[in-house]
């Protein structure tokens, strides 16, 4: 009996759909890898939190978070962390002198909040006729 019952948590456990990390995980993962300077997992780890928090973006996304944040100066930022993500395999993981990673760090943290702040008022489409 214990056999079947424990059989029973082992295949529902199997067969649950994995958990999506949240929205603050992943913005966390981003983080940390912004502060340790390592350009390629910080692209990687925003394209998933941008995944999470803008789903539906017709646009592409990192083109959405700056039109969304109005930051000219974090459109530069990402610009500099595409330029190391585009080296060649095997070049160093970490930033060249034009990339900084807390910097890029405090200006998706003010885009983060520039979008649940908008997310709360409602735009022209959700007011009233």
């Known amino acids: 009996m214990a056999a079947l ?5 082992i295949a529902f ?3 649950s ?7 603050a995980a ?11 300077g390592d350009a390629l997992d910080a ?3 925003l394209l998933a939190w941008l995944d999470r ?3 539906e973006s017709p646009e592409p996304r990192l083109d959405c978070l700056v039109a969304r944040s ?25 930033a060249s002198p034009g990339w900084s990673g807390r910097d890029l760090e405090r200006r998706v943290g003010h885009a983060r909040r520039v979008l649940r702040l908008s997310s709360l008022v409602p735009g ?3 007011s009233p006729s």
Do not use: M
């Not at 019952?5 to 948590?9: D, K, M, R, T």
């Not at 109005?70 to 970490?94: F, K, T, Y």
């Open 5 to 9: 019952v424990a059989a029973s948590i």
């Open 13 to 15: 456990w199997w067969a």
């Open 17 to 23: 759909p994995p958990r999506q990390e949240s929205e």
């Open 26 to 36: 992943l913005f966390g993962r981003f983080s940390d890898a912004c502060r340790r």
């Open 43 to 45: 692209y990687r780890d």
């Open 53 to 55: 928090s803008l789903p």
């Open 70 to 94: 109005g930051d000219l100066e974090l459109a530069a930022g990402l610009a500099d962390l595409e330029a190391v993500r585009d080296r060649r395999p095997g070049s160093i993981r970490h």
């Open 124 to 126: 022209p489409a959700d």
